[in-house]
């Protein structure tokens, strides 16, 4: 724990103006970053009496151990700045909102010739117009089942509509009038994206233009007695309409507006919020986060804005932004969302009629939605401080231990010999920094063991080392900061880099001789901080070094269930790798290494000599003879043959011989070694 006034700047030396701020511990990772009108105010406020704090600004300032900060020149760009830093550097003592579920979109594919609507998940990408999100991929699929009545776009994949293409044969839904099939020439890809720009006029709220022309060509079809073309047309309308009634009139005005709500607690804030198009609701969605930092409900308001918007341009930000209270700062909030949109925007709270009704409802939505989180976790964050203080008191330890890493090692028969590191931070999985390694029998320019056998312990000597010898060639390269000087670092770092900060336990999978091997690890590397224990898989018992008897911790203890969730993290993750890197090394052949030797032209000689030990015992001229082999292809082939080891023998799994090949080869007999 540090004491703030070890690196207060010095009297003077802050200035009195707009900027972004950044706290940094011990390792020089940024763990907050914040934005102030004076900084010189600001900061001070961080450094009075440690009584007079909130507990979680108390905790971030005695763990940092430096700050620094960058002054622009007006509120906008200082709330730029921070948006952009807290998405780089994830400070963890900064709210961030996290979605309680990944939400479906409904996405139009204008970059392309022949533009295609699908529904989506994940990151947007350019090009691409996105309607929603919504609550449920199903409620999108029957939207639009029903507009591609009107609007037959393509929905198929690249690959489908190559194959129609080229067959010249349209899908099931170009047969059924529910796509104009560009594919096969039915339309020119000009009226093709007019039918794909009506699509999204629809899906953005203007549907009244296309009702009323359905309704005058149905009227006039009528008048010409073309009685089939007015009754297509007449279903035409009830679609449309029929689309239109799943999405419910909330706003009589027709008002594009995104409606944002807050429900909180001391622990934990969900927000909630509404995209209202044409007065119709056309999408809704939730985050959760934990309140990490002193933050009222017009900050957690602000982190909102920033998370939905930080992304978005044009269209995407709508004309009139409602929520519960205004940011600190509305004036440059609003100035922000303007500039991201390219227009006005309104940023305000609502005060009465229907919009004062619907942000109720949206924060109905919110209360349910914490209500629902905290049923889900029921004393979640006060489980994992339990587990984490059985942990240190079982083993001893001054503190719990916020940041835990395990090792696992995994093998088939002591081919592929892998090992995985995962990390868990505040008792929680941080899958950016998982790790794999690929077991290579040397630590640094030390051959420590030779060949491929299973010996999990040198392994995880190897892995171990490996890992905290990259921390320490990471702490010489980056040095010491300087405390308070309110200087940028020579180079941009806090960025969570690989090995780059280390762990307070390391956890090993294994009993007594892997805890032995990790431990003398970190003592031949001059490393005393960080405790080192394993959890043997067999009884559950917990390993210390230098210790004969395990630690037993009780079957309910939580502890013992963050332990085991952690090594079984590790596990997974090592057999995934050692699972894919065998799978890569079965699928391998010595024939890849011969230059432009694709694959057609591999089956081609696989198929004429029948396998590739009749291949290798193949003469050069002998390879010529297949159509399409040169001398010098033919020469590249033997030579790459020759350079390859022999497949091993094959073994008879029942009774442990092994199987003499077609030739009478020698008979491997020993242990591989």
Not at 14 to 39: C, M, N, Q, T, W
Not at 55 to 84: D, F, G
Not at 279 to 296: L, M, N, P, S, Y
């Amino acid at each position: 724990m540090a004491d703030p006034s070890s690196y207060r700047p010095k009297p003077g030396q802050v200035p009195d103006s707009p900027g972004v701020y950044k706290f940094r511990d011990e390792h020089g990772r940024v763990i907050y970053v914040g934005k102030a009108k004076s900084l010189r105010q600001r900061l001070a406020s961080y450094f009075q009496d440690l009584a007079g704090l909130h507990p979680r600004t108390r905790t971030m300032v005695t763990t940092a151990a430096s700050v620094e900060w960058t002054v622009v020149s007006t509120e906008v760009e200082a709330l730029q700045l921070e948006y952009s830093w807290i998405k780089e550097f994830d400070p963890r003592f900064n709210v961030k909102y996290r979605d309680d579920k990944s939400y479906p979109y409904l996405a139009v594919t204008l970059g392309e010739e022949f533009p295609r609507v699908q529904v989506t998940r994940g990151r947007k990408q350019k090009g691409v117009r996105y309607f929603g999100p919504y609550a449920h991929a199903w409620a999108i699929r029957e939207t639009v089942d029903l507009l591609l009545r009107v609007f037959p776009v393509r929905t198929c994949t690249s690959g489908v509509f190559r194959n129609a293409a080229r067959t010249g044969r349209p899908c099931l839904l170009g047969y059924i009038g529910k796509c104009s099939a560009p594919c096969v020439g039915r339309i020119a890809p000009e009226e093709h994206r007019e039918l794909a720009e009506e699509f999204c006029d629809f899906m953005a709220g203007r549907t009244g233009t296309y009702i009323r022309r359905l309704e005058q060509e149905m009227a006039a079809a009528a008048e010409e007695m073309e009685y089939e073309r007015a009754a297509r047309l007449r279903d035409d309308v009830q679609a449309l309409r029929r689309a239109m009634e799943k999405n419910a009139v909330v706003l009589a005005d027709a008002t594009d507006a995104d409606l944002v709500a807050v429900a909180e607690d001391e622990l934990e804030a969900a927000v909630q919020i509404f995209h209202v198009r044409g007065g119709r609701v056309r999408g809704q969605r939730g985050w959760i986060t934990d309140k990490v930092e002193a933050v009222d409900t017009a900050g957690l308001v602000e982190h909102a804005l920033q998370q939905l918007y930080g992304e978005e341009n044009g269209e995407a930000v709508p004309k009139e932004v409602l929520v519960p209270a205004l940011p600190e700062d509305s004036d440059a909030v609003t100035q922000w969302l303007s500039g991201r949109r390219g227009s006005q925007v309104s940023l305000r709270v609502p005060r009465r009629g229907d919009k004062k009704d619907l942000m109720e409802t949206v924060g109905r939505n919110a209360q349910q939605a914490l209500v629902l989180h905290r049923t889900r976790r029921a004393g979640d964050l006060t489980t994992r401080s339990r587990a984490l203080e059985e942990i240190a008191q079982a083993l001893g330890l001054d503190a719990a231990p916020l940041r835990i890493e395990c090792f696992d090692v995994s093998h088939l028969q002591g081919e592929d010999v892998v090992a995985s590191m995962v990390v868990f931070e505040d008792g929680l999985p941080r899958k950016s920094e998982y790790r794999r390694f690929q077991i290579k029998g040397r630590v640094g320019d030390t051959q420590v063991w030779h060949g491929q056998g299973q010996d999990d312990v040198r392994s995880m000597h190897e892995v171990v080392s490996r890992r905290f010898r990259r921390y320490l060639a990471e702490k010489e390269r980056t040095g010491e900061w300087p405390a308070g000087d309110g200087e940028a670092p020579a180079e941009e770092n806090g960025r969570p880099r690989r090995f780059a900060y280390p762990p307070q336990l390391v956890v090993v999978d294994g009993g007594r001789p892997q805890v032995a091997a990790a431990r003398r690890a970190l003592d031949e590397l001059g490393i005393d901080d960080v405790a080192v224990c394993g959890l043997a898989k067999r009884l559950e018992e917990v390993w210390l070094p230098d210790e004969d008897d395990p630690v037993v911790l009780p079957r309910t203890s939580e502890g013992l269930y963050l332990l085991q969730r952690i090594r079984d993290t590790a596990h997974d993750f090592a057999i995934r790798y050692q699972r894919a890197k065998r799978g890569k090394r079965l699928r391998t052949s010595p024939l890849d290494d011969v230059p432009g030797l694709g694959e057609t032209r591999k089956q081609v000689l696989i198929k004429h000599f029948g396998s590739v030990k009749r291949l290798r015992q193949a003469t050069i001229d002998q390879i010529c003879e297949v159509p399409g082999f040169g001398r010098k292809t033919a020469e590249a082939v033997a030579a790459a043959l020759a350079r390859a080891a022999p497949a091993a023998p094959a073994v008879n799994t029942a009774t442990g011989e092994i199987i003499e090949d077609d030739d009478g080869g020698t008979v491997w007999t020993g242990d591989r070694t």
